[in-house]
C-alpha cells in the first residue's frame, strides 16, 4: 500500500507543487491522476519513487517511510518500482532487445549496459516480456524503426522484466494519437489484471482516463480535489 500523509512539496525555486496530500492507494489498484498542466501530476507520482523529496509529511510504502531512505536504500527500492515516461526513454540506436535487458544491470554505467553479455534467463525474460505487450517479432529491429506506440510497449516490457510491484506512468500517453493511446491503456489495463501490479498513470485526456482506469484522483493547484470511483465522476454529468 501507497499512502501520503500530509504530503508537501516545494521546489527550491519556492514553488509550492504539492500541499496537504493524503492519500491510500492499495495494492492491486489502477489509478489515473487527471488535473491540468502545471496541476503537480508529475509531482505527484515522483515523489513515490524519491526522484523528489518531499519537503513535508510522510510517503509510507508497505508499513516502510520511504522519504526517510537514504543512499542505497533508495536504490533497493526503486527497484520495485517501474517508471514510464512521455518521451520513452529508450536508447534509439540498439534493438529492442537490448532495450529491455538494460533493466537487468540498472547499476551499470551506460556504455556497459549497452556492450553488455546478458544470460540465457535474462534474454529469456525479456523475451517473454516482449511477448505480453505483442510485439515480440520486433526484438532485434533498432528501436528507431518502431512507431511511438510500438515503442512505448517497448518501455513497458522493459518494466515488466523488472518484475516491479508498482508501475508509475507519467503522461504515458501524452505523445500518442488516440487509436494508439488507446492500445496502450489496453496493455495497462491487461498488465494491472493479469500480475496485480499497482498501477499510477498520469493523464490529461479525461475521456481515456475515465474509460481505463478504476479510480480517478483529480490534482488542482497542487491539492487533490476528487477521489473517487469512474462511476462517481460520471453519474449526473
Ligand atoms: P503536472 O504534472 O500536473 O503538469 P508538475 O508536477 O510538473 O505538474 O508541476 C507542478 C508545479 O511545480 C508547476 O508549477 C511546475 O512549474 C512546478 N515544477 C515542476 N517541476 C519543478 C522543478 N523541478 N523545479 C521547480 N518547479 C517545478
Ligand atoms: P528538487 O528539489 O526536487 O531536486 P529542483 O528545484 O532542484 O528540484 O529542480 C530539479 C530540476 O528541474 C532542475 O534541473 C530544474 O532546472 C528543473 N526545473 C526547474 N523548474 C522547473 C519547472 N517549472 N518545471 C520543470 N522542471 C523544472
Redesign the pocket.
Known amino acids: 500500500m501507497i499512502e501520503f500523509i500530509n504530503v508537501g512539496k516545494t521546489?527550491?525555486?519556492n514553488?509550492k507543487?504539492l500541499q496537504n496530500i493524503n492519500l491510500q492507494i492499495d495494492k492491486g489498484e489502477f489509478v489515473a491522476i487527471i488535473?491540468?498542466?502545471?496541476?503537480?501530476?508529475?509531482?505527484?507520482i515522483?515523489c513515490i519513487n524519491q526522484m523528489?523529496d518531499i519537503t513535508e509529511g510522510s510517503l509510507v510504502v508497505d508499513d516502510v517511510e520511504v522519504n526517510s531512505l537514504r543512499g542505497k536504500e533508495i536504490r533497493k527500492f526503486r527497484q520495485r518500482i517501474g517508471m514510464i515516461f512521455q518521451s520513452f526513454n529508450l536508447v534509439s540506436r540498439i534493438s529492442v532487445l537490448k532495450n529491455v535487458l538494460v533493466s537487468f544491470v540498472p547499476e551499470l554505467p551506460f556504455w556497459r549496459k549497452i556492450t553488455g553479455i546478458f544470460t540465457k534467463d535474462q534474454k529469456i525474460k525479456a523475451l517473454t516480456a516482449l511477448d505480453k505487450v505483442g510485439i515480440l517479432d520486433k526484438a532485434y529491429v533498432r528501436v528507431d524503426q518502431l512507431s511511438g506506440g510500438q515503442q512505448q510497449r517497448v518501455a513497458l516490457a522493459r518494466t515488466l522484466a523488472q518484475n516491479p510491484d508498482i508501475i508509475l506512468a507519467?503522461?504515458p500517453i501524452a505523445s500518442l494519437d488516440p487509436i494508439t493511446a488507446r492500445q496502450v491503456m489496453d496493455d495497462f489495463a491487461r498488465i494491472n489484471q493479469e500480475t496485480n501490479m499497482t498501477i499510477i498513470i498520469?493523464i490529461h485526456h479525461v475521456e481515456i482516463a475515465l474509460e481505463y482506469a478504476e479510480r480517478i484522483i483529480g490534482?488542482r493547484e497542487?491539492q487533490i480535489v476528487f477521489d473517487g470511483k469512474v462511476e462517481e465522476v460520471t453519474k449526473d454529468v
Not at 488535473?35 to 505527484?44: D, F, Q, V, Y
Request: hydrophobic share 25%; aromatic share 4%.
Open positions: 521546489y527550491s525555486n514553488v507543487a488535473g491540468l498542466s502545471g496541476a503537480g501530476k508529475s509531482t505527484l515522483r523528489h507519467d503522461e498520469n490534482v497542487g
